[in-house]
T-cell receptor, first 113, second 114 residues
Framework: KAGVTQTPRYLIKTRGQQVTLSCSPI?????VSWYQQTPGQGLQFLFE???????NKGNFPGRFSGRQFSNSRSEMNVSTLELGDSALYLC????????????FGSGTRLTVV | AQKITQTQPGMFVQEKEAVTLDCTYDTSDQSYGLFWYKQPSSGEMIFLIYQGSYDEQNATEGRYSLNFQKARKSANLVISASQLGDSAMYFC???????????FGTGTRLQVFP
């Protein structure tokens, strides 16, 4: 079966712009979570959605937002980009509460210049 | 606060040898789950193994086993018979209670040499 699909794979944006990243979960998975990975801060939780509702949110400024659609696809948006937003953004999907782990996508590598 | 600690920034192991990657955790919850992920240079996080806090036996998945010591709050990953393809970053992670939020450690870079 198809895995978690993240688009685009690479993105270059200018400071001040906004960006939208997309994540299509594995069919049947209703939980989608997002993580930011940087060399300095490591892997940090952004937010988690289940059945179109945000269940958890990490400690990120309001410039970071997300949503989930009825087909479980999710998008995250970052407005007014800063250089420090350059990172690998990873999306993971799961059957909620599973013990079998979360399936991650290949990530979107965002570079802000 | 929940925390995962991986104290080994890097590890070297010879092909076909076993290696242990350390992970300690801190939580006040009774119900939690512990995960190990592998991240090759391509960036994708690959699920390796899971241990639930109430599981009485250590988890095993092929060449991967988890040495779970609940009283010490440690969940070390053991890779047996290392292969060159095992060279990657390895992350220990924890999920607390309900919800699907994972807290990750800082990772260990494993390098397997011939």
């Amino acid at each position: 079966k198809a895995g978690v699909t993240q688009t685009p794979r690479y993105l270059i944006k200018t400071r001040g712009q906004q960006v939208t990243l997309s994540c299509s979960p594995i069919s049947g998975h209703r939980s989608v979570s997002w993580y930011q990975q940087t060399p300095g801060q490591g892997l940090q939780f952004l937010f988690e959605y289940f059945s179109e509702t945000q269940r958890n949110k990490g400690n990120f400024p309001g410039r970071f937002s997300g949503r989930q659609f009825s087909n479980s696809r999710s998008e995250m948006n970052v407005s007014t980009l800063e250089l420090g937003d350059s990172a690998l953004y990873l999306c993971a999907s799961s059957l909620a509460g599973t013990r079998y782990g979360y399936t991650f996508g290949s990530g979107t590598r965002l570079t802000v210049v | 606060a929940q925390k995962i600690t991986q104290t080994q920034p890097g590890m070297f192991v010879q092909e076909k040898e076993a290696v242990t990657l350390d992970c300690t955790y801190d939580t006040s919850d009774q119900s939690y789950g512990l995960f190990w992920y592998k991240q090759p240079s391509s960036g994708e996080m690959i699920f390796l193994i899971y241990q639930g806090s109430y599981d009485e036996q250590n988890a095993t998945e092929g060449r991967y086993s988890l040495n779970f010591q609940k009283a010490r709050k440690s969940a070390n990953l053991v890779i047996s018979a290392s292969q060159l393809g095992d060279s990657a970053m390895y992350f220990c992670a924890m999920r607390e209670g309900s919800g699907d939020k994972l807290i990750f450690g800082t990772g260990t870079r494993l390098q397997v040499f011939p």
